[in-house]
């Protein structure tokens, strides 16, 4: 009942978070609901957390770290490897989803000139990565459909994202003020400590119907993810294998 009342309580129309509701707990103090297998939280280990100056940083960071994940399962033949990075990928873009259609996509409709459309554009887009995201995050690397179903879903996923990038994010950053896009970047960020860790396509893409399913999933996601494998901290890199990241 206390993370339901988190989430309807905190949202507000734009998708910021209220200020009269207690900050996050720090990584320190979330580490035991994270898995033995990695000490903290995944985006700790590899990515900069922020601050962030503007929401286009905090995206463009995560969609550089999925290209990263991708990578690495990609470049391996080892089973146990590739399931601790597929875990890291699944971990990371159902987090990231959730937090741009709570906070992103209605910031979008709010301030952007045709804002509807590309929001409705992007949660389209969204489901169906979902869906493929699904049927990914069942399959063992032993599968032969792991491949296929991963190199399917990375094409629709770097498509949206190099769209992301080159248009929607601009025109928000056009559309607000320095202060506003560091607000929703600090939103954005609050949204995927508290999302769900796994792919939910049957949950509804818009608040507050999000938020409120949401906050019924995550523990039991979290929960599970103690017994799932990740990546140990030693072995994560950028893409081009140099650490890209402070721990």
Not at 89 to 102: D, G, P, Q, Y
Not at 127 to 147: A, T, V
Not at 152 to 177: F, G, N
Not at 210 to 228: K, L, N, Y
Request: aromatic share 10%; charged share 30%.
């Amino acid at each position: 009942m206390t993370c339901l009342r988190l989430y309807s309580d905190r949202i507000l129309s734009n998708g910021l978070v209220s200020s009269r509701v207690s900050k996050p707990l720090r990584t320190r103090e979330r580490r035991a609901t994270i898995g033995q297998h990695w000490p903290e939280e995944p985006d700790d280990l590899l990515d900069h957390r922020g601050p962030w100056n503007k929401i286009s940083e905090a995206v463009k960071n995560d969609h550089r770290q999925l290209e990263a994940y991708y990578v690495r399962m990609t470049k391996s033949d080892d089973p146990v490897y590739q399931e601790e990075w597929q875990n890291a990928f699944i971990w990371k873009l159902s987090r990231h989803s959730i937090a741009e259609e709570i906070v992103l996509y209605p910031n979008l409709e709010r301030c952007v000139e045709k804002g509807n459309y590309m929001a409705s554009q992007d949660r389209h887009e969204h489901y169906k990565l979902k869906r493929e995201l699904k049927k990914f995050q069942k399959l063992r690397p032993s599968s032969p459909e792991f491949m296929p179903t991963l190199e399917r879903l990375w094409k629709e996923l770097k498509t949206h994202m190099q769209e992301e990038e080159a248009h929607d994010l601009v025109k928000l950053e056009e559309a607000v003020t320095d202060g506003r896009s560091r607000a929703i970047a600090e939103s954005f960020e609050y949204w995927k400590d508290v999302s769900p860790t796994r792919s939910h396509p049957w949950v509804p893409n818009t608040p507050p119907w999000e938020t409120v399913v949401g906050s019924i999933i995550a523990p039991w996601d979290r929960m599970m993810d103690q017994w799932r494998k990740w990546p140990p901290p030693e072995d994560i890199t950028g893409p081009t294998g140099a650490r890209s990241g402070a721990m």
